[in-house]
């Protein structure tokens, strides 16, 4: 592992597939040009708006943004992750998929997001996520780059679950990715606080793609999309507009805290 700068994209993404990959591709050029070798996009990168819509068109929104996804990591020399854009099952429902890719365009892995956000919430905002998605059944994986670290992926609501980032550490996972499309209500109380604690928990960078501001009806995120180091500081924060979040991810710093707290040597269970 080598010490590279990264950077967690935060988007507006609309009911829009062209105008999502469009949006995409300005932020992803903009991450190269300030130097980042992984970048990642959010949750819904591709597509955000109503279930019913989202679950006729998967097929077209899963084929155009894989090819998607190849085509800009092999142009820029990159590994980029899209976050979570909708594949279909046999089930009518579709799977949230979270998709690394490495510089070649190559798929390095892949998810299935395991935890789905139905939830009700006191601003009378519902989500039914299972409604029209088919959990995932097995752990994320860990892709292990010789320079950029372990990657372990995670989406959204899975940040809610340690014992989901305590497996891949295990794995030896040592930046976690966490892309969301976090809402606007929760966001301002937890966003910041659960990345913290995955981070300080597990001695890892965590890397927050996000979503922003008004996607459609009432559909609105909190953005925030951070970098985070294992000691738990805020090394990058993408405020509440579209950008990126930029940081360095220090194989040094990670062996310092590692050591100066080494509770994963210090586990019971």
Not at 23 to 41: D, F, H, M, S, Y
Not at 128 to 154: C, D, K, M, Q
Not at 212 to 233: C, E, L
Not at 240 to 255: F, H, K, S
């Amino acid at each position: 592992m080598k010490s590279y700068l990264a950077a967690a994209v935060q988007m507006t993404s609309l009911p829009d597939l062209t105008k999502n990959l469009a949006q995409a591709e300005e932020l992803i050029e903009l991450g190269v040009r300030r130097g980042a070798e992984l970048i990642g996009l959010p949750e819904n990168f591709s597509f955000l708006g109503d279930d019913t819509v989202k679950v006729a068109q998967a097929t077209e929104i899963a084929s155009q943004t894989e090819q998607f996804l190849r085509r800009m990591a092999q142009r820029f020399q990159i590994t980029l992750l899209g976050g979570g854009y909708p594949v279909p099952t046999a089930t009518g429902k579709v799977y949230n998929t979270a998709l690394l890719v490495g510089p070649n365009g190559q798929e390095l892995a892949r998810y299935q997001k395991v935890h789905l956000f139905d939830v009700d919430l006191p601003d009378g905002n519902i989500y039914h996520e299972s409604g029209t998605v088919l959990a995932g059944s097995t752990l994320p994986p860990v892709y292990a780059s010789p320079t950029l670290g372990n990657i372990g992926l995670s989406v959204c609501y899975d940040v809610r679950f340690p014992e989901l980032y305590r497996a891949l550490v295990k794995a030896g996972a040592n930046v976690l990715f966490v892309p969301a499309a976090f809402t606007a209500f929760t966001g301002k109380d937890h966003w910041q606080v659960l990345l913290q604690a995955r981070a300080i928990e597990n001695t890892a960078y965590v890397l927050a793609p996000a979503q922003t501001g008004q996607h459609y009806a009432r559909r609105q995120t909190h953005g925030h999309a951070m970098i985070v180091d294992p000691w738990g500081t805020i090394l990058a924060d993408a405020g509440d507009r579209p950008g990126l979040a930029v940081a360095a991810i220090e194989p040094l710093r990670l062996e310092q805290v590692r050591q100066q707290m080494p509770c994963l040597q210090h586990r019971v269970f």
